[in-house]
Every structure is written in C-alpha cells, then in structure tokens.
C-alpha cells in the first residue's frame, strides 16, 4: 500500500513538473513576440533613418528624412504591435481564412471570394497616382522588414497566436492595404440587410401602414410611398420563413443590420468657443475587439506633424489632426447598395435578363483550400448590375422570385478606389476647404467628415454616391428588378452634390448618424439612417450653452443621458404610476409598483451603477416583443433592438399603429395599457431569474459589460480568459456615450458596439488635445500595453493628444531606430 502511495505520489509530482515546465515553454515562446521598443535595427527599405519615439501610452512618435521613410515607420510599429489582427484582416478580405481556422471560416471565405474586394483591390493599384504607391509601397516594405527580422531572429513567429495556427504569412503588398478599407466599408454599411427585412416584413404584412409603424422612416418629409413587394416580379414568391440566420461567429465581415458603423463628430466656431478658436469632437463606432481595431500613431511629415487613430494595414490617419486641421468621421449611412433580381432565361439558366435581351453571366472558377478538409470549388458570377449571392446568404432565397437571382450593386466593389489618396492629401490639408477638396477621390466607405482649421468649422459627405432614375421602382429600399433600365443605376453623382455645410450661422455643427439632409428622390442621400434618438440630446446640449471648452466636449462624448427612456416612459407607463392600491411585499404586483416607484424618480441616466437602466431596458424589450410576436411571428426574433419610433407611433397611435397592442389570436381586446403592464411583468420575472428579486440591488453595469472579444480566440476555453476583456459601462443604445447592446442571447445588454476611439481636439492650445482607444497598443496578450487604457476609457478619461516630441521624449518607454541595411 505504502508503494502504490509512493508511486502515485511521483506521478503527480511528476505531471506536475511536466504542467509547469509545458507552462514556462509556452510563456517562453509566446514572450519571445513581444516587441523590444529600445532597440536599432539594420533594415532594407530605407533611404535614411528613422526613429519611432514610443512615449509613455506606447504611442509612436515616426520621424525620418522623408515623407516615405515615415510610412515606412509606420508599417513596423504596426507590424511590431499588430501583426496577427492585420494578417486575419488581409485573409479576411481575401477569402482565405478557411486555410487557417478551417470549416469555422468557410462561409465568410466564400462571400469575400463571391464579392472580390480583394480583386477589386488588386485592380485599383493600377490607378493610384505617382505619390500614393510611392507611400503604399513604403508602408508595405515597413511591415516586410519587421516580418524580415521576425524571421531572421526567430521571434516567436510575430505573435503568440502564430503558434496555435501557425499561418503562412506572405509579404505585404499595396493591394493589402487597399483591400482593408473596403473591408471596412463592408464592416459599416448594412443598406444589403435593411433591404431584406423591408421586403420580408412587406410580405409578412399586407397593410403598408404597418410596415410603416415598424420601419419607420427618420422624421422629416419627402418620403413616397413604396409599391407592393411582391407586384414587382411576375414569379412566384417563396413561402415566409422563420427568422433571420445569422452568423455571429466575430470573424463574419458583415454587420448585423442595426449593428453597422456609427458615430459622434461635432465641432464648434470661434464665436462659439469659449478661448476663442475652434474645437472638435469624434468617436466613432464600430465592434469591440481585443485588441481594439484603432492604433494611435504620430506621423512626422514634410507638411507637418499628423497625430490620430489608425487602422493597422493602413497608412493613413483617419481621425486625428494636424498642427493646421483637425478631423473625424462618422458613417454618412449614403445609400451605397442595392439588391437587384435577375430573371434567369427559363431555356438557359446560364443567362439573366437585360434592358438589351439576355446576357451571360460572367462566371469564374475560385478554389476554397479548407484546413484538414478537401478543397471546394466555387463557381463565382457576375451580372451587369453586381456579384451574384446565393440564396443563402442574408436570407435572400426568402424573398426570391422564383427562377430568379440576386445581385449587389456596392459602390465599394469598384476597381478604381483611390481613397486611400483621398486621405493621404487630407492629411496635409491647411484649410477646411483644402479638407473637402481633397477627399474627393474617396469612394467608400461614406462617411461625414467634420474638419476644423484654426477659423472655420465645416461637414461633408464623402464617398461614391450612386445615381439613380427618378422612376426606379423601389427608391433603393426594397430589392428590384435588375432588367429594367429604370432600376439600374445611373453612374455615380458629382462630389458637389454630396452635402456639404461649412461655418454654419450657428457655428455648430455635427452628426450623431441622423438625418441630415431632407431632400427628394433621387437627390435623397438615403432613406435609412442611423439615429433618431442621440441627436435630441445633442442638439440638446450644444444648444444649452453659448459658448463651449474642451471639457464641454468631453462631458458631451460621455453623456449618459438617454432621450429614448425619457421619451417613452411617460408614454408607457401613463396608466401603471400611482394607480390600484397598495399590494401586499412579495407578491408580483408590489414588485410591479417598487419598479414603477424607481423609475418615476429616474432622470433617464444610464450609470452603470443605477438599477433603473436595466429595469427600464428589460421593460421596453419585453414590450416590443409582446408587440410584434403575435403579427411577425418568427420574424420577431429579428428585431433585436426597440425600435423608439414604433412604440411611439402605437402609444400615440399615430395613423392607427395603436392595433398592433391587440393581440390577433386572442378574444378579448387587449390595449396598450395591457401590453404595457403585461411586459413590466415579463420583464421582473427575467430579472428575478437572471439578477436576483431585489430590483433596488440591480447594476446596469453587470449587464452592460463592454465585451472587447478576441476574434480567433476569444472562444477558446481557459485561453478566453486571458485574452478577452471584460469592463462594467454606462450609456446605451441611445446615449451619446453609446454602448449598442448585443440584442439577442442569454446576455441580451452586453455592451458590444462602442466607441473603440475618442479624440477632442482644441486649436486654442492644440496641444491641450486629447485622445484614447478602448484597449491598448498592443495586440500581444502578454504586453503591458494590450489593455493598459482600457480602464481610462471605461471610466471617460483620455490620454494628451501632443505633437510636442520633447514631451514624447521625456516619457519615453523606448526609442526603436530602423538604419538602412
């Protein structure tokens, strides 16, 4: 016995040793990545020097000769920093992530190999100018010197995720770049998504009212009515299907729809600052990740000292400033897609329509290489009008004529994007004027560029805006016809006639994703925007005071006010306040009334710490379900987030929207008063299920945790821990401070759209900026820099935002310097 003791006793130990030594080769090989920021390095690439001065935040600071060395900088400290997110974003674009992670990536490859961003990016290097391929090509020979020296000095293969999945890592090249920002594009447009479920709840519900209530379009006028979905095709439409199949796998490049890009950008005139000169204000919106997708970098030019947020594989600034300009951006929500049906030739279905007769497609042979699988090949196709998707993806066979196909019309799969040139010019733009004119090449993503210079504010929207005929069916809003002439688009419209506003009398001026122009069709910019709610409140407070500072910007970016819960509570809860009589403790009407008496006191403030937030937002989900079950059916379940303007327009009953309180399949008539006391019930049984009874010990917070998740490994066990980080948030859905809930699951108000860069910039004492990102520098987990600023930002600080490199210096946490070899 005392022998078996023995032995086991070895054994343990033994595996123990055998854990611990496993453990210290793990950490080992994974810190042999982590990137020495105190160091020279002979390199080839570089006409002269360059120094990358990282300052305490682990911000580069790029200095050398010329403009090229210093994208050349760029591309390393990206490449030191990010190189994994950057190889994942590059396979992304390129349909290759299946090589990697297997059949997870299968569906992903095959819609980025059936859009071509890739060969669309390929095609557009041809029409760079001279000076842009020269920095594209500097940035890229960046990024391949530090692939070099990872190579050369075995340093741990770039990243620790290098050796659980251990890529092929080709050299970079200027398409990648490009590729990435339509990628990008893809990542912040959801026309494709909205389209769908406009024409799958038009089918659903004869009476176009009731589309109406439920898609409601922004206030303002100038709005036609639409034509019956299904009068369009002359085929049969296929039987309604259950809901909508997503796929929430982090790697898919496609937003929900309601969970594409947003954003806050305003600025303010001299006479409406209180030192005197001009401010601005940014922070655009966009999934959490770990790392967050932003990298903040200082760039040295010839024309002056650049500071702002980057996108690592991109060389460029997109929100930061200069020593003469300051800019941000925020998705425009322009009308930059259509979903387009081709009539197959019923005697050749290798043929579609035309407003000409029938056409060939133009077809393409793509091999899927699959890790550990056989490969697939895809027939890819073409028509006139875009790339052919099958009927699986987006839930596109639910709304399919029969004998018909589906085309996408995008704007960013043109093959002559230059909008990395556009944003190259912009950062050497002196004026607000210089700003506007040189964006005019870019062509997608739109977004609303806020630009400031020392005097003048000003708003425009970039980007490739489609023509298209004033008799087009649809207007773009349901999927149309792709042979009629009168459908298709026209070409794109001049730069002029996208929106402009420069020093506006007011000297205000911004976006919070609403509507900003009411304009008729087809002048219209788009019929879908990205808020109703946050511009109240920012109109708000930007017109609360005559005069605004820095710190008056900032307490706006972090408002955690919420219009909507102010403007529906009255509303929805008119009959339920301080009626019936008083019940009995424990009993579910009490716990109704206690929940009733919290938010009657409630200044609509989402705090992280406050119980009401999540009483409030499990109330008005429960309500908006209980709405739209009955009538939509499995389609509900598509509705993840309210929608303000729908229980508006019914608890008003604006047009009639109050019958959608009735209940179809009961006997009775239920009111609004019903559904409304009905959801307040539904709601406090889930929060005693999921958070306890006692609604006054409720945290906002413990449900609106921000979820910065790492894409390829944020799933794993044990590992998932150690990479994904986890924050309690204020704000939400409609907040200026906006934490976009997920919407859906066992943690429906998880904090997953956000914020993951904010930047106030003030020409009074430029230096005196400030900025932050929601994570760190680094994508290493094991670096000091992977989170080290996300807990100022979950808590509304900043770091300076300073082209002063003596202040750089003085903190500097290491100075890398990259010699010609």
């Not at 389209?195 to 004869?206: G, N």
């Not at 951006?329 to 197959?344: G, P, R, T």
């Not at 006054?696 to 066990?717: I, Y």
């Not at 993951?756 to 900026?769: A, I, N, Q």
């Amino acid at each position: 016995m005392v022998q078996v003791f023995q032995w086991l006793l070895r054994i343990t130990g033994g595996l123990i040793v055998l854990t611990l030594l496993a453990l210290f080769v793990t950490y080992y090989l994974a810190a042999r990545s982590l990137p020495d920021y105190d160091a020279t390095h002979d390199v080839t690439g570089l006409s002269a020097p360059v120094e990358i001065v990282r300052d305490n935040a682990n911000v580069p600071h790029i200095l050398g000769n010329s403009d090229a060395d210093v994208f050349f900088g760029l591309g390393y400290a990206h490449a030191q920093d990010r190189l994994w997110q950057m190889v994942v974003l590059r396979r992304t674009a390129q349909g290759r992530l299946s090589e990697v992670f297997g059949t997870r990536t299968v569906e992903t490859d095959m819609l980025m190999r059936r859009l071509d961003i890739y060969g669309a990016a390929q095609a557009s290097v041809e029409v760079q100018d001279a000076a842009t391929m020269a920095v594209l090509r500097a940035y890229a020979d960046g990024v391949n010197a530090r692939l070099a020296e990872i190579n050369e000095r075995a340093l741990g293969r770039g990243a620790p995720e290098m050796f659980l999945f251990n890529p092929a890592v080709a050299p970079w090249q200027p398409a990648d770049s490009i590729a990435l920002v339509k990628l990008m594009a893809l990542q912040v447009t959801d026309h494709l998504q909205a389209e769908v479920r406009r024409a799958r709840v038009s089918l659903l519900l004869p009476d176009t009212a009731r589309v109406a209530d439920i898609l409601p379009e922004a206030p303002g006028s100038g709005v036609a009515a639409l034509p019956d979905y299904a009068a369009l095709y002359d085929a049969p439409m296929p039987r309604i299907a259950g809901a909508t199949r997503h796929n929430d796998d982090p790697l898919w490049p496609v937003a929900r729809a309601g969970l594409s890009g947003a954003s806050n950008a305003w600025a303010a005139a001299p006479k409406r600052s209180a030192s005197g000169g001009t401010l601005m204000a940014n922070d655009p919106h966009l999934p959490l990740t770990a790392p967050a997708i932003w990298y903040l970098a200082r760039l040295e030019l010839a024309s002056g000292g650049v500071i702002g947020a980057t996108i690592p594989g991109i060389p460029v600034v997109m929100s930061g400033r200069s020593e003469d300009l300051g800019w941000g951006i925020a998705a425009s929500y322009m009308d930059d897609q259509d979903v387009f049906f081709e009539k197959l030739n019923p005697d050749d279905p290798e043929q579609y329509e035309t407003p000409d007769g029938f056409a060939t497609f133009e077809t393409r042979r793509s091999i899927l290489r699959i890790k550990d699988e056989m490969p697939v090949t895809l027939t890819l196709r073409w028509t006139q009008n875009g790339p052919v998707l099958p009927g699986s993806e987006f839930d596109l066979s639910t709304i399919t004529p029969q004998g018909h196909v589906a085309a996408l019309a995008w704007t960013g799969l043109s093959p002559e994007d230059r909008s990395i040139a556009a944003w190259l010019r912009l950062m050497q733009a002196k004026t607000v004027q210089d700003a506007i004119a040189a964006a005019e090449p870019h062509v997608a993503p739109s977004l609303n560029l806020v630009a400031v210079d020392g005097v003048q504010i000003a708003m425009k929207t970039i980007g490739a805006a489609p023509r298209r005929d004033a008799e087009h069916q649809s207007q773009g809003r349901l999927p149309a016809p792709g042979w009629l002439d009168r459908n298709r688009w026209k070409g794109i419209s001049p730069y002029s006639s996208n929106p402009e506003f420069i020093s506006p009398p007011g000297g205000i001026v911004g976006t919070t994703n609403n509507k900003i122009v009411d304009r008729p069709f087809p002048l219209h910019m788009s019929f879908h925007w990205g808020d109703t709610q946050r511009v109240q409140r920012w109109t708000r407070l930007m017109q609360s005071r005559q005069v605004h500072t820095r710190d008056s910007f900032i307490e706006a970016q972090l408002d955690t006010v919420s219009p909507t819960a102010r403007t529906l509570l009255p509303l929805i809860g008119a009959d339920l306040w301080f009626t019936g009589v008083a019940a009995p403790e424990g009993t579910p009407e009490r716990q109704r009334q206690d929940a009733l008496a919290l938010l009657a006191n409630w200044t609509g403030e989402m705090n992280e710490h406050l119980p009401e937030p999540l009483i409030y937002s499990a109330w008005v989900r429960a309500l908006q379900d209980r709405l739209i079950r009955d009538e939509l059916g499995p389609l509900a379940q598509d509705f993840t987030h309210i929608e303000p303007l729908f229980i508006e327009r019914v608890f008003r009953n604006v047009d009639g929207a109050g019958v959608w309180c009735d209940v179809i399949q009961s006997a009775p008539r239920e009111s609004c008063t019903d559904m409304a006391r009905l959801a307040l019930d539904d709601a406090i049984i889930w929060l005693e299920e999921n958070y306890g009874t006692a609604l006054e010990s409720l945290r906002w917070g413990d449900a609106h945790q921000a979820t910065h998740q790492h894409p390829t490994l944020g799933q794993v066990p044990l590992l998932r821990w150690v990479v994904n980080i986890r924050q309690s948030t204020s704000g939400g859905d409609n907040t200026l401070q906006r934490g976009l809930t997920r919407g859906s699951g066992p943690a429906p108000f998880e904090n997953v759209h956000a914020a993951g860069y904010r930047g106030v910039y003030d020409f009074t004492d430029p230096d005196s900026s400030v900025f932050i990102i929601a994570t760190g520098q680094s994508g290493h987990p094991l670096s000091r820099y992977y989170d080290d600023m996300g807990e100022l930002w979950r808590r509304g600080e900043y770091i300076p935002m300073s082209l002063d490199l003596n202040l750089a210096r003085a903190a500097a946490v290491g100075v890398t310097r990259l010699e010609p070899r």
